[in-house]
């Protein structure tokens, strides 16, 4: 196992955290080689969904990979409830908790056709959009006497997004095409019993999730290198069965010849949890080296749901290019100077 381009996993160390610039085929004499990283760079999507996203990032730094995971989480922007006016709330859940609860349900609204709103423009219908909700509860006068399901006693007996409802100000039914609305229908905000009311106005602005998790539209965003097992010496028959339990199942493929005699290899490094738990057996320890790969990351990624999975990693990228493009324009403008 290189150790240029592995990190060593030992019982209770680990090492080779730091590949040596000296090995690394993007360096030479003269620096970081642009044709050799991107020669490199590989992104493979491994896993799909509505909701979620994995992928393996292979040919970068931890550095890089940790940036795009931050970008992700605090700078992608997104539309969220922001200011809430209440005129009525007779429920059991109080203003400020009302309020709260309302700010964190995800808002599915294309944050570019939304101006940012800072302190020298007020709210209008370029930076802010309006949702109204209005729902009262009342006993169903029909209902047998001994039901004892809420859906069928109550007109409302719950408050959920799918009441929160769009009302469009200036140019904004044709500016969106779709009208915006809650990501999800079904998150109950509050339930409600005869006599109970709740009508009140949100307004949405664009923001980052540095500034508030509310804007965030990442639910999860982690990575992790890729293991990497070696066998150096082979398994004894009788060691086989142990040395394949000591990994999760799929990691260890065990095959018997004719002979009856087994042999075990590697299937599926990319199933192990790296919990080293090999390494505690005398009779297995030297004959494996457990390590993981430095420049090959694997991402899982689930989305709040204001952009589909794939358009996050994407989007990162274009901010951290921005990003990237501003550094270089100002270290080109104190070229020169001196401090």
């Not at 109970?196 to 290198?225: F, N």
């Not at 299937?267 to 090959?296: I, M, W």
């Amino acid at each position: 196992m290189d150790s240029a381009t592995h990190v060593s996993l030992g019982l209770e160390k680990v090492s080779n955290i730091t590949a040596p610039s000296n090995t690394s085929t993007q360096l030479d004499n003269l620096g970081w080689l642009h044709t050799a990283f991107c020669a490199n760079l590989l992104v493979n999507i491994i896993q799909l969904s509505k909701s979620s996203i994995e992928f393996d990032l292979i040919g970068i730094d931890a550095s890089i990979a940790n940036a795009l995971r931050r970008i992700m989480i605090a700078e992608l922007p997104t539309v969220a409830i922001e200011h809430v006016y209440i005129w009525i709330n007779t429920s059991l859940v109080q203003d400020e908790v009302l309020a709260q609860r309302l700010g964190l349900i995800p808002i599915l609204c294309d944050p570019e056709r939304v101006e940012w709103r800072n302190t020298n423009n007020g709210p209008n219908d370029a930076n802010t959009i309006v949702f109204k909700l209005s729902a009262a509860c009342d006993r169903i006068r029909t209902a047998p006497v001994n039901e004892t399901e809420p859906a069928r006693l109550f007109t409302k007996p719950a408050l959920c997004s799918g009441d929160i409802l769009f009302a469009p100000k200036g140019d904004q039914p044709t500016r969106f095409p779709t009208p915006p609305k809650p990501v999800f229908t079904d998150i109950v905000i509050a339930k409600l019993r005869p006599g109970q009311e709740v009508v009140c106005e949100m307004h949405c602005e664009k923001g980052i999730g540095r500034d508030h998790a509310k804007w965030s539209p990442v639910a999860t965003a982690s990575y992790r290198l890729l293991p990497a097992i070696e066998i150096i010496h082979p398994i004894p028959s009788m060691l086989c069965e142990q040395f394949a339990n000591c990994f999760p199942d799929g990691v260890i493929r065990i095959d018997q010849d004719s002979r009856g005699m087994r042999t075990a290899s590697v299937q599926n490094a990319r199933l192990d949890t790296v919990s080293r738990e090999v390494l505690r057996h005398p009779l297995l320890a030297d004959k494996v080296r457990l390590g993981r790969k430095r420049d090959h990351f694997i991402f899982n990624i689930e989305s709040v749901g204001q952009y589909v999975p794939q358009v996050l990693l994407t989007g990162a990228i274009r901010l951290f290019k921005d990003k990237l493009l501003r550094c270089r324009l100002a270290a080109s403008n104190i070229r020169g100077r001196t401090f």
